[in-house]
């Protein structure tokens, strides 16, 4: 036998051998994307189950003929959340070559043929320093430590770099915490978040000019007073 003829027939043997699994893992992989984006929330990613019945290695479904899962698929099952995907009342109606396709995956994760998505377990929240809270804290107790240091002082007529820096400093504490840290907060803070609009406008902003102008008297006082 010639080599042409050999070469020839090995092809066929290849097309033969090799053809139909290319469709099937077409068809496989299509059928895990519907099913990903249809099927999960009741059924888990990994077919474990949930809400829905299991479809897993092992459940009552891999025990059913294809014909009995692909009419429960098509037509739903009555007085559970199983809706009727070939319907158009369904979430997303699927074809018939859809439904064909999430049953090869189905059968795929059954047979073990392929993997099903390990599930992700919720990961907790990161866990920060709270270097935000500490400022703030550590500015709220310098601004009444300079508060108390101002008022209790009498009045003089001059000042020290030294007086004159901690006495800047409070003001500047002031202004910051109670103008414009407290105001951005409360857009933040229930329940102002979940207060109209105009409501968190009005109520903001008489907050910012209560405190600025609490803020501004009391400089004046201050001042008067000879304290700063």
């Not at 010639?2 to 992989?29: E, K, N």
């Not at 929240?125 to 108390?148: K, Y």
């Not at 968190?200 to 008297?217: H, K, N």
């Amino acid at each position: 036998m010639s080599r042409r003829i050999l070469a020839s027939l090995a092809l066929i043997a290849l097309t033969v051998l090799f053809a139909p699994a290319v469709p099937a893992a077409a068809q496989v992989d299509e059928g895990k994307a519907i099913f990903e984006d249809n099927c999960v929330p009741c059924h888990g990613e990994d077919l474990s189950g949930g809400v829905g019945l299991p479809l897993n290695a092992g459940s009552d479904a891999a025990n059913k003929t294809d014909e009995e899962l692909t009419s429960i698929i098509t037509n739903g099952v009555s007085g559970t959340a199983m809706p009727a995907w070939g319907s158009s009342s369904a979430p997303t109606q699927l074809s018939q070559d859809e439904i064909a396709q999430v049953l090869s995956y189905i059968r795929a994760v059954q047979n073990g043929t392929i993997a099903p998505p390990t599930p992700v377990e919720p990961q907790g929240p990161t866990t920060h320093f709270p270097w935000g809270l500490v400022f703030i804290v550590s500015a709220a107790v310098a601004l009444s430590a300079g508060l108390i240091v101002m008022v209790v002082n009498p009045g003089q007529s001059t000042f020290t770099w030294r007086q004159a820096f901690v006495r800047g400093f409070v003001i500047f504490f002031y202004f910051f915490l109670l103008t414009v840290w407290m105001p951005s907060m409360m857009f933040t803070e229930p329940p102002m978040t979940s207060a109209p609009s105009l409501v968190q406008d009005i109520v903001i902003s008489g907050a910012w000019i209560t405190m600025l102008a609490i803020g501004i008297g009391s400089l004046r006082y201050l001042q008067k007073a000879r304290r700063i």
